[in-house]
């Protein structure tokens, strides 16, 4: 058992036992560091471990990933099992086919207190997974009832409520502490106005602690203006602060999970932009892409590439003037309302998540979940900023114009491409073909 270690936090006094992973992620910021982890998964033992030793040589302060295969994510165990024994390609680590002492053996042969491993998931019911995470001594996993629900799942909210529940009370009970981070702010990749992907992080991360968990992060995923982002992500603190009191928790913020940049050189760029973002937030881990991720899965090489590239990203911001300067829209004041309007619904957090849902007091825009209202809508206005066209039934106060339209579905799939333009366009508009030689940065020099 861990002896409960004081974090100093601008808001709030906080105690908290703190394991392995947070005492890295911690470690590293108090340094000064930023964390960079990758999202890799291999379904064979022999070419994870390859991977997660790669990555622990890395030129960066890293964690290890594993991220496991689509059976494992619905439960579907015996498919996993038939694929290894045909050697049938799977696009990830099954942990539960592997079974416990595997994984265990694995992770003993490549984590330690400098190297922590998070397993990442996608599953809505996941008891299952949990139970085999804590057999197999994982030091930190992902998701929560809402964002591993809605996106990827056709399971009923109350069934991952209930289910979610019972994973929180399960590694709540280890005298180690697992860490669990919320996936809430990285709904649907992209086109979810800040406030709400706020609002859902802080809503999730009040859910663990109801459940007794006290070792956990906050996500954010980069969106399509940087002030925007930089807005979010001080909201994102500034409510964690009110709301987690005797929690340990941290901000990871995720480069942009949508429709990604085509050219090697927009996507080191659209990497770039994250990264110095994670650095002017003070968030304290970067979960990282790569040129790969808009044609197919990224080798180990290339996994090791892009974390190297955010390292001296990040290096070189850390002396620098943030040149971009936050927004000012009111994102702290819409995602409290959420939040706070959510919790006066029940009298436990799950019940009122599973009612603002289904009442469409939460609402996420294009998602088409049967539980989700899906009234709401965004837009990309004209300066690159996400706003909301439509709240539903939501209580926000929106802006009417003239000039706003509904969202057809050719302006959606123009505002689903919108970063994939910014960042291949910039560099061909700026003349900088010239840095295409850095698509592999064995320079490690910015592309600014």
Not at 75 to 100: C, I, K, Y
Request: net charge neutral.
């Amino acid at each position: 058992m861990n002896d409960p270690v004081r974090i100093s936090d601008p808001n709030a006094s906080r105690i908290a036992p703190q394991g392995r992973f947070s005492r890295h992620v911690r470690g590293t910021h108090a340094r000064g560091g930023l964390v960079v982890q990758p999202r890799m998964g291999f379904a064979d033992l022999d070419t994870m471990r390859k991977g997660l030793l790669a990555v622990r040589a890395a030129e960066a302060t890293g964690t290890g990933t594993i991220t496991l295969d689509s059976y494992t994510r619905v439960n579907d165990h015996d498919s996993a099992r038939q694929a290894l024994r045909t050697g049938a390609e799977l696009n990830g680590f099954p942990l539960v086919a592997h079974g416990p002492e595997a994984t265990r053996e694995l992770l003993d042969a490549v984590s330690g207190p400098d190297f922590p491993v998070q397993v990442r998931h996608g599953s809505a019911l996941p008891y299952p997974l949990f139970r085999a995470m804590v057999e197999a001594g994982v030091d930190a996993t992902e998701g929560g009832p809402v964002s591993y629900c809605l996106p990827y799942s056709r399971a009923p909210i109350r069934e991952a409520v209930e289910a979610w529940g019972r994973c929180c009370e399960l590694i709540a009970a280890q005298p180690e502490p697992m860490h669990l981070e919320s996936f809430g702010g990285c709904m649907l990749g992209q086109l979810c106005p800040p406030s709400l992907l706020v609002a859902l992080s802080v809503l999730e991360a009040l859910f663990f602690r109801e459940h007794g968990l006290s070792d956990i992060s906050l996500s954010y995923a980069q969106q399509t203006h940087p002030g925007q982002d930089m807005e979010a992500i001080a909201a994102l603190r500034r409510l964690a602060g009110e709301r987690l009191a005797q929690a340990d928790w941290h901000v990871v913020l995720y480069t942009f999970m949508g429709v990604f940049p085509r050219t090697p050189v927009g996507s080191f760029r659209i990497l770039e932009e994250s990264v110095r973002l994670a650095v002017r937030t003070g968030s304290e881990r970067l979960i990282v892409k790569t040129p790969a991720e808009a044609h197919r899965i990224p080798t180990i090489a290339e996994n090791v590439d892009a974390l190297e590239f955010a390292a001296s990203i990040a290096s070189d911001e850390a002396g620098r003037t943030a040149r971009t300067g936050a927004t000012d829209s009111g994102i702290y004041e819409e995602a409290r309302l959420l939040v706070d309007s959510t919790l006066e619904l029940a009298p436990t957090v799950g019940e009122a998540l599973v009612r603002a849902f289904g009442r469409g007091h939460l609402d996420v825009p294009y998602c088409l979940h049967q539980d989700n209202a899906n009234r709401s809508r965004a837009y990309v206005d004209a300066a690159g900023m996400l706003q909301w066209a439509e709240p539903g039934r939501m209580p926000l106060r929106v802006e009417r114009t003239a000039s706003r339209r509904p969202v057809s579905a050719k302006g959606l799939l123009t505002m689903l491409g919108f970063n994939e333009r910014r960042f291949d366009r910039e560099h061909l508009t700026h003349g900088h073909l010239r840095d295409l030689q850095y698509a592999a940065p064995d320079g490690r020099r910015s592309l600014s």
